[in-house]
């Protein structure tokens, strides 16, 4: 009984009817919002573009402004609404302005990515390709908050939230993109997207729609009602499928990732060792493991490959590559060895060993100092240099000297993304905000599109 009262209780804050509009309101609001004729035509071809330029160029911020603008939720709801309502007549109006919006949509992108000058896929753009379940998660709850809010009072900023949430122009550019330019694994990949999120905001809107009671149309025949219901039903099975296939794909790739990094650091990390990378060949069933400074003896080797098994990695062979530069540790660690055992040598002697030690780790962490910085760098200079391809960081010895160490000095070797090399200004502004990043003494920058 007390549990029951409590429920009551309870379910007084999550009940919604209060806060209901007038249904007849929100059917001709939500029936207003279908048609894709004069302005409402012109803002979606509009929207398009700038969707385009924000994936052309890689901007997020325009990304989001064409979301905001863009009117494709309103057929997408008109179809859940017309189902949840056992409306024929604006199903099919729906139906036909959400053919006729995706179609301008595609085209309008096409013609966009045949004429821009830019070509490379962006980021931006590759995101919209690879759709998973999650996508299914984001459209469903998206449509969900965007009836909910269409339905009732106090709507506030949910609208343009689900607008961005949901994503639907972004996908459709790119489908137009890989049209443009022969890519045609991105134009499925991306149209798939859009479906995904298309289907699972209109169930979501028949679910709100079921949820808060609206008034049913009737059939001329009730077998038809059961009919449009099953026809729905079949589209969100058929859509799940493979985006449940490509999650449980990612997820399987995440756990396996995550094994071979536990059994790296468990079983094969060791002082005076540094892994510097790690490569899985699947097709060869191999794991190769780069490192440098103190040897992963043999014996040490095959105990962790009997151990692989323990880390998800059964049948897998391990590969250990020892780095070039660590034979020099190698031997220093020999002699210092020998030294404490024999006892035959003197303190200046084991001073100096243990310095060069030191030198030579100094060296092989600087090497891997750089590596690091150069992809962290090179994500802040595709914002300020669009046109730079590709970043490598190395140190490098003056003319006349015997160690790098004798100078801090850097050279920044850069590739451009059309080819044609930096103008001088640009390269000057460059070298200028790299040698200020990386904390450079001295910085040179070299222009692969220049020897070419």
């Known amino acids: 009984m007390e549990i029951g009262k409590i429920i009551e209780k309870v379910g007084i804050f999550f009940d919604i009817m209060p806060d209901k509009e007038n249904e007849q309101e929100i059917i001709a609001q939500i029936s207003s919002g279908v048609s894709f004729r004069g302005a409402n035509l012109w803002v979606l071809i509009f929207a398009i573009f700038i969707a385009s ?29 017309a189902v949840g309502i056992n409306d024929l007549n604006l199903l099919k109006r729906s139906a036909k302005n959400y053919g006729v919006a995706t179609l301008i949509s595609v085209l309008t992108a096409t013609v966009y990515f045949l004429i821009s000058p830019l070509s490379e896929a962006q980021s931006e753009l590759l995101a919209r390709t690879s759709p998973t379940l999650y996508d299914v998660l984001i459209a469903f709850c998206g449509g969900a908050a965007g009836i909910i809010a269409l339905c009732t009072r106090g709507k506030g900023n949910v609208i343009p939230g ?26 499925l990949g991306a149209f798939y997207l859009f479906f995904i999120n298309t289907v699972f905001i209109a169930l979501a809107t028949f ?13 001329v025949s009730s077998a038809n009602a059961i009919k449009a219901r099953r026809i729905m039903m079949v589209l969100v099975v058929i859509t799940m499928l493979p985006a449940a296939f490509m999650t449980m794909n990612i997820v399987q790739q995440s ?17 005076g060792t540094q892994i510097i990378s790690n490569n899985v060949d699947q097709d060869s069933m191999r794991l190769r493991i780069v ?10 080797q095959r105990e962790a490959q009997k151990r692989m098994e323990f880390y998800g990695l059964h049948g897998y062979e391990l590969r250990v590559i020892q780095g070039a530069q660590s034979d020099s540790l190698i031997l220093l660690n020999n002699e210092l060895s020998a030294m404490n055992t024999s006892r035959k040598t003197d303190r200046q002697q084991l001073v100096n ?52 160490a004798a100078g801090h000095y850097i050279a920044a070797i850069i590739s451009t993304a059309n080819t044609r090399p930096l103008p001088k200004a640009d390269a000057e502004k460059l070298r200028q905000w790299l040698q200020v990043r990386v904390k450079a003494d001295s910085l040179i920058v070299v222009d692969a599109a220049q020897y070419r």
């Open 255 to 271: 756990v396996f990732n995550n094994n071979v990094n536990r059994f790296i650091k468990a079983e094969l990390q060791q002082r």
């Open 162 to 187: 689900v607008a961005i949430a949901t994503a639907l122009m972004p996908p459709l550019c790119t489908a137009g993109f890989g049209l443009a330019t022969g890519h045609w694994l991105y134009f």
């Open 207 to 219: 679910c709100g729609v079921r949820f808060l009671h609206f008034s049913q149309t009737k059939f």
């Open 291 to 300: 490192a440098v400074g103190r040897e992963i003896t043999e014996a040490h």
């Open 53 to 81: 330029l924000g994936l052309n160029v890689n901007s997020t911020a325009v990304i989001i402004g064409a979301m905001l603008i863009s009117p494709l939720m309103g057929p997408i709801i008109g179809m859940g609404l």
């Open 353 to 404: 060993l243990t310095a060069q030690v030191s030198t030579l780790s100094s060296q092989l962490e600087e090497y891997t100092h750089y590596e690091a910085l150069s992809k962290d760098v090179g994500h802040e200079l595709t914002t300020l240099f669009p046109q730079v391809g590709t970043l490598s960081l190395a140190r490098v010895a003056l003319p006349g000297t015997d160690s790098i």
